[in-house]
């Protein structure tokens, strides 16, 4: 039930526009199963009428479109999530397009001079008037500093912060309601899965944090020849602003490759791939949109990566769940690659043997493959496939990790469509897993588990002397964690109104007959007044009922 806080109640304005929007494309239907007040909203709109012979998917696409920045990105987002969404779904939200203008340089300026504590002319010879790139969230302009050095003022747009904020806090009473409302989402952690979007959401409209992680990419790479980060003015730069060196390099969506040999071309490849999976398999910190907007590429193929807003990060264990299941398929290990999948599934238990069998069938599908005609996004569209066959669910910090490997897939057909990925990646994976097992590797892994054993026996005769006392004292907690007891709840209240209902119903009926049989009291069409009411106060209770029941057999 829509009860709003009152945080919710200073966003009401935006959950009012959004319940329009949603409603004007044809999802009202939804809105009323989550009891979301769409009755207060007017939706009439004649342009929604052709919105009906559309499909849900494009429906929902078009008020995401509709709707701003928020939800395009968390559409964009939804595309890579093939374990919980169909494949017309994925579909659509990898369709999403950003239908922002740009902002006039007056209002650029304004900006840029309202976020520094000295005038323009001090710092910047030049401005650009028209923006170098122009997204959602922010726009880029190309400029000069005074010192004569060529620089990119990238500028976060008016009000952008406020809105997304709102939107996150209407996203997560939407998912809470979703997983109340709708008992079956619950295995799809629609409340984790909006929180971890918020997480990444509101990183990357601070460009204080997309500075820091500019600076720390370029501290692990700068001394490598083949990827540059451009440098950053921080004494310029804040939450609104971030200026960084201007790469006056052509982007790979702009450049002419069928001009390029094909070594050339191989070889561009290489040196992305080997950049990307560094990234991860190395430091467990990635670029997560390696799209060719994002991409510089020189004239002796060293490549520069820009945008660094969105940024993925992989923990000590997923980092190295990682690299079993990329050794796994380069050796087509079934058993490794079932016992990564099994530790990543959410959700009920999982029936061990008939996720082997799916694996085992997967790869079989690959051994009819050669190296060159399989591809990175296949895999990962499989494996997601097995996780929502079997009705499990993925966690979400891989869901950022799945989509950079997916653009990188694309891109790098795009620049070699005979690239083996998979072939060209076993080589960085043999290196990691020898750095993985070395000597000083397995000497330092073993000296911190000693550490933390340690700990464990040291702690350990006070741990057994509190659980003592609270065995003799009779305070020993138990948590017992019973599945559906949400829903079955539920149930007993709306079967507990009914009865009550029925019993207040047969009272009136009882009550009013005696009252007709006494014959006493005000009268009206020489009927007792009181007799009269109280039969038609039960009538209206019996359709309370049968309505009642109805609708819960319709749902």
């Known amino acids: 039930m829509f009860s709003p806080n009152s945080s919710l109640i200073s966003d009401w304005?935006?959950?009012?526009?959004?319940?329009?929007?949603?409603?004007?494309h044809g999802l009202g239907e939804f809105l009323v199963r989550i009891k979301l007040p769409i009755r207060r909203i007017k939706h009439s709109d004649p342009s929604a009428q052709p919105q009906r012979y559309l499909s849900t998917p494009r429906r929902v696409r078009l008020a995401f479109e509709e709707l701003g920045p928020t939800f395009i990105k968390l559409g964009q987002i939804l595309a890579t999530r093939a374990d919980v969404f169909g494949e017309e779904w994925?579909?659509?939200?990898?369709?999403?397009?950003?239908?922002?203008h740009p902002l006039p340089i007056t209002e650029i300026r304004d900006i840029i001079q309202a976020q520094l504590s000295q005038p323009l002319d001090t710092i910047f010879s030049h401005i650009e008037a028209q923006p170098i790139g122009s997204a959602s969230i922010a726009q880029v302009h190309r400029a000069t500093l005074t010192s004569d050095e060529q620089v990119a003022i990238k500028v976060k747009r008016p009000g952008i912060e406020s809105t997304v904020t709102a939107d996150l806090r209407i996203l997560n009473h939407i998912a809470q309601l979703l997983e109340s409302e709708i008992p079956e989402s619950k295995r799809y952690y629609p409340v984790q899965m909006v929180q971890y979007f918020a997480r990444s959401l509101e990183k990357e409209t601070d460009l204080s944090a997309e500075r820091r992680n500019m600076q720390h990419f370029a501290r692990i790479y700068n001394q490598q020849q083949q990827i540059h980060i451009p440098q950053t003015y921080a004494t310029y730069s804040n939450r609104q602003i971030l200026v960084q060196e201007y790469i006056d390099d052509t982007l790979l969506k702009n450049l002419t490759l069928s001009s390029w040999s094909k070594q050339q071309r191989h070889n561009l490849a290489a040196t992305l791939v080997d950049i990307i999976l560094d990234m991860i398999l190395q430091h467990g910190l990635f670029h997560a949109d390696p799209h060719p907007g994002n991409i510089l590429v020189r004239n002796d193929g060293r490549i520069t990566l820009i945008d660094f807003g969105l940024i993925g990060r992989l923990s000590q264990q997923r980092h190295q769940e990682i690299i079993t299941l990329i050794h796994a398929l380069l050796e087509r290990d079934q058993f490794a690659l079932q016992y990564v999948l099994s530790n990543w599934a959410q959700g009920e238990p999982l029936n061990e043997d008939q996720l082997g069998s799916a694996v085992l069938e997967m790869l079989l599908n690959y051994e009819q493959l050669n190296s060159s005609q399989l591809r990175i996004s296949q895999i990962i569209n499989d494996i997601t496939h097995i996780v929502r066959e079997y009705g499990l669910t993925l966690p979400a910090d891989?869901?950022?990790?799945?989509?950079?490997?997916?653009?990188?897939?694309?891109?790098i057909k795009q620049i070699d469509g005979d690239f083996e990925l998979l072939n060209h990646a076993q080589t960085t994976v043999q290196n990691v897993l020898r750095h993985r097992f070395n000597t000083h590797t397995f000497w330092r892994h073993s000296k911190m588990q000693l550490h933390l054993l340690a700990q464990i026996i040291d702690t350990l005769p006070q741990n057994l002397l509190r659980l003592n006392k609270r065995i003799h004292h009779g305070q020993l907690p138990i948590s017992l964690n019973i599945q559906h007891i949400d829903k079955l709840n539920n149930l007993l209240d709306k079967a507990v109104n009914r009865l009550t209902m029925g019993i207040v119903t047969a009272a009136l009926i009882i009550g009013?007959?005696?009252?007709m049989c006494i014959n006493a009291g005000p009268k009206i069409f020489d009927l007792p007044i009181f007799g009269l009411l109280g039969y038609l106060l039960a009538?209206?209770?019996s359709l309370w009922v049968i309505w009642s029941i109805?609708?819960?057999?319709r749902h």
Request: glycine content about 4%.
């Open 539 to 541: 009538f209206s209770n």
């Open 13 to 24: 304005a935006r959950m009012r526009e959004i319940l329009t929007i949603l409603a004007k």
């Open 550 to 553: 109805w609708r819960s057999g």
């Open 512 to 515: 009013s007959s005696i009252v």
């Open 90 to 100: 994925t579909e659509e939200f990898a369709h999403l397009q950003n239908n922002t």
């Open 398 to 411: 891989l869901i950022i990790l799945f989509k950079c490997l997916i653009t990188l897939d694309g891109v």
